[in-house]
Structure formats: structure tokens, C-alpha cells
């Protein structure tokens, strides 16, 4: 049982409009959840960190937790080219990190 | 920039060879970790390590070991490389409300 659930993809998207990235995890123990962006060919950049439950905003990006559910989500408003990359999941179980297998988003100018 | 790099960036070797990656911090973090990252995989825990000479077991551990004698300095070993080892590696820090900060990546491949 995978620990950590995102669509693939790819998601695309026109030139400012809001990109909604979605993931789901099974272990009712996490405690803290990541959205890392991935350019091809370069290391996971962490983008947002979330601990509790509700938005967390920052710049363009907000990131929501509903632990009741086990979801996490990404919105990315006024989105843009540069935003094109693979976005990555992640959930913290004490010590031990687990990652979705990313979500591929295009912006299409 | 969390002060991570990891050498060789790029390394090709045979099937059978011993091949060791190193990671190295400057920032005195106390967790270290090495990821692999396979398509259709996305990026797995190997090992970890919380402290000088103290490692755990990740999720996919069979057939990599690793050490870390100074804070500085976690080292991830292939015994003997296989082809399905073959991946991009990276490693990372941990910082305080456990984020974690990644590496450059190795990119190993083993004909």
C-alpha cells in the first residue's frame, strides 16, 4: 500500500489561471506534509511545509491540510511558465519522510 | 542553498564493482538521509542517519549501507552494484520543523 497518492498528470494550464495539485496519504500518524517542485533534471526545491489543519499561504502558493480526510492540496494562482515542473508530495512519519511519485504541471503561455 | 553537495555528480561502473557516494554538509545538521529516485517510483528512503555513527533502515535498504563517522559526512556504499541499482540518488538534511533540504543528485548508472 502506497503511503503517499498523487495524480500523475499531466496537468495542464493556460497563462494565469490557478493550477490545483491533490494528495492524499494513509497513515494516520503523519505529522508534517511538503510540496516540493522538481525542474527536469535537478533536486526536489521545497516550496510549502504545512502542520495543521486549514491554508497555509505563501506568494502564489497556498497549501491545504485536512487531516480528517488525509488530503493535502497545492493552488497555485496567477499561474505562470516558470511554474512548469514536476511537483512532489511529501509526508513526515517520525524520522522517515515518504513522497508521492509527483505531479507534472504545464503552463501553457 | 543548505550547504549540501555530493560527489561524484556522475559515475558509471560495472555490475559486481563496490561504489561509494558521498554526501557532505556544512551546516552541522544532526539528520541525514539517502534517497533514490526511479521513474514511476518517485523518490524512496535508503537510510538515514541521526546522528555521528547512528543509522536506520529505509524502505528500500537491500543491497546499500551506509556510514557517518563525522557530522559532516554521510557516505552511501553499493557492496556490489547491480543494474537495477541504477537510479539518480540525493541526499538530504533535515532542519527544525522537519523540513528537509535536498542535494545536487548523483546520477549512477551500472551496465
Known amino acids: 500500500q502506497k503511503e503517499v497518492e498523487q495524480n500523475s498528470g499531466p496537468l495542464s494550464v493556460p497563462e494565469g489561471a490557478i493550477a490545483s495539485l491533490n494528495c492524499t496519504y494513509s497513515?494516520?500518524?503523519?505529522?508534517?506534509f511538503f510540496w516540493y517542485r522538481q525542474y527536469s533534471g535537478k533536486s526536489p526545491e521545497l516550496i510549502m511545509s504545512?502542520?495543521?489543519?486549514g491554508d497555509k499561504e505563501d506568494g502564489r502558493f497556498t497549501a491545504q491540510l485536512n487531516k480528517a480526510s488525509q488530503y493535502v492540496s497545492l493552488l497555485i494562482r496567477d499561474s505562470q511558465p516558470s511554474d512548469s515542473a514536476t511537483y512532489l508530495c511529501?509526508?513526515?512519519?517520525?524520522?522517515?519522510?515518504?513522497f508521492g511519485t509527483g505531479t507534472s504541471l504545464t503552463v501553457i503561455p | 542553498d543548505a550547504g549540501i553537495t555530493q560527489s561524484p555528480r556522475h559515475k558509471v561502473t560495472e555490475t559486481g564493482t563496490p561504489v561509494t557516494l558521498r554526501c557532505h554538509q556544512t551546516?552541522?545538521?544532526?539528520?541525514m538521509y539517502w534517497y533514490r529516485q526511479d521513474p514511476g517510483h518517485g523518490l524512496r528512503l535508503i537510510h538515514y542517519?541521526?546522528?555521528?555513527?547512528?543509522?536506520d533502515k529505509g524502505e528500500v535498504s537491500d543491497g546499500y549501507s551506509v556510514s557517518r563517522s563525522k557530522t559532516e559526512d554521510f557516505l552511501l556504499t553499493l557492496e556490489s552494484a547491480t543494474s537495477s541499482q541504477t537510479s539518480v540518488y540525493f541526499c538530504?538534511?533535515?532542519?527544525?520543523?522537519?523540513?528537509?533540504?535536498f542535494g545536487p543528485g548523483t546520477r549512477l548508472t551500472v551496465l
Open positions: 551546516e552541522n545538521h544532526r539528520y
Open positions: 504545512i502542520y495543521s489543519n
Open positions: 542517519s541521526y546522528g555521528v555513527k547512528d543509522t
Open positions: 511529501a509526508v513526515n512519519i517520525p524520522n522517515q519522510f515518504y
Open positions: 497513515d494516520r500518524v503523519s505529522q508534517s
Open positions: 538530504a538534511i533535515r532542519e527544525d520543523l522537519n523540513e528537509q533540504f
